[in-house]
C-alpha cells in the first residue's frame, strides 16, 4: 500500500488547451501551462489550478465534480471524457484538453448545448400517460424494469452526441443521447408514447442516420450500451411496422 508520501507526491502536469475568446480571437488556438498535483487528482483540478492560479479567464463548466451533473464533458487526448472522473494516473501527465466537438464554442470549453437539449426535448422524454395516477405509484415488474434500466442512468453530458462522426457532419441527425432517453420511456410498460417517439425517430434526422459507429458506446462515462439501445429501437420501429 502507498504511504501518505508517496501519495502526496506531486508531479508536473502539462496541459495544451484550446482557447477562443469571441471577442478578441478569428479561431481558436492552443495555449499551454503547466501545474503541480498528485497522480491521485483528477483533469478538473488541473483546470481549477490553472483557471486559480495562472489564467483566471479560462472558461469550462463543472458543477458536482463527481461524475453526476454531466456538465464537463470535453475532449482529453483525444476522447470525450468527464474531467472530473478521470485521474491524471489514468490519462497521464501531458494532456490535450479541448472542446467537444459539433457544438458552437461560446468561449474555450465552453460550448453552446442548446442544439443538443433541443434533440433531447424533440423526443418526449417523459412519461406519457393519461390515466389517473391515483393514490398509488404506478407498478411495474422487476422485468419490465429491467427493460430500461441501463439507459435511464443517462447524465445528459453529451460525450456520445459529439463524438459520433454522423453528427459532426449532419446536425440535423438526432444524435444518440436523444435516442437513449427515447429508449427510456419506449421501452417503460406504464408509458403510452412509444408510437409518438417512434414516428419521430423514423424521420430523416432519426435512427436511420446511425451508421453503427460505436463511438457513442465508448464515450458514454456511465457505461450506458449506447448503440444497443439505438438498434434496439430500430427493430421496434421496423416490428411496428409488419
Ligand atoms: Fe452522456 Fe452516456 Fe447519456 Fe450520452 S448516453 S449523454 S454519453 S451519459
Ligand atoms: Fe454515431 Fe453511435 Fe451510431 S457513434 S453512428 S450514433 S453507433
Ligand atoms: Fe458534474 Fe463532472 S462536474 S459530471
Redesign the pocket.
Known amino acids: 500500500m502507498a504511504d501518505e508520501k508517496t501519495l502526496d507526491t506531486r508531479v508536473k502536469v502539462h496541459l495544451k488547451i484550446k482557447r477562443f475568446n469571441p471577442e478578441t480571437d478569428r479561431r481558436p488556438h492552443f495555449e499551454d501551462y503547466e501545474v503541480l498535483l498528485r497522480a491521485g487528482d483528477r483533469v478538473l483540478d488541473a483546470l481549477h489550478l490553472v483557471k486559480w492560479t495562472i489564467d483566471g479567464t479560462l472558461s469550462f463548466r463543472r458543477s458536482c465534480a463527481h461524475g453526476v451533473c454531466g456538465s464537463d464533458a470535453m475532449v482529453i487526448n483525444g476522447e470525450n471524457k468527464l474531467a472530473c472522473v478521470n485521474l491524471i494516473r489514468n490519462v497521464g501527465t501531458h494532456l490535450t484538453i479541448e472542446p467537444i466537438r459539433g457544438l458552437p464554442i461560446i468561449k474555450d470549453l465552453v460550448v453552446d448545448m442548446e442544439p443538443f437539449f433541443a434533440q433531447y426535448r424533440a423526443v418526449l422524454p417523459y412519461l406519457i400517460n393519461s390515466d389517473e395516477p391515483g393514490y398509488k405509484e404506478r407498478r411495474q415488474s422487476q422485468a419490465d424494469r429491467e427493460r430500461y434500466d441501463d439507459t435511464s442512468k443517462c447524465i445528459l453530458c453529451a460525450c456520445?452526441t459529439t463524438?459520433?462522426?454522423?453528427?459532426w457532419t449532419n446536425d440535423g441527425y438526432i444524435g444518440?443521447a436523444a435516442i437513449v432517453n427515447a429508449h427510456r420511456f419506449i421501452f417503460d410498460s406504464r408509458d403510452e408514447g412509444t408510437q409518438e417517439r417512434l414516428d419521430i425517430l423514423n424521420e430523416k434526422s432519426g435512427v436511420w442516420r446511425?451508421?453503427?459507429?460505436?463511438?457513442?458506446?465508448q464515450a458514454c462515462p456511465r457505461g450506458i450500451s449506447?448503440?444497443k439501445a439505438?438498434e434496439e429501437v430500430k427493430r421496434e420501429i421496423l416490428f411496428d411496422r409488419i
Open positions: 456520445c463524438s459520433c462522426p454522423i453528427y444518440p446511425c451508421r453503427t459507429s460505436f463511438n457513442c458506446t449506447v448503440t439505438i
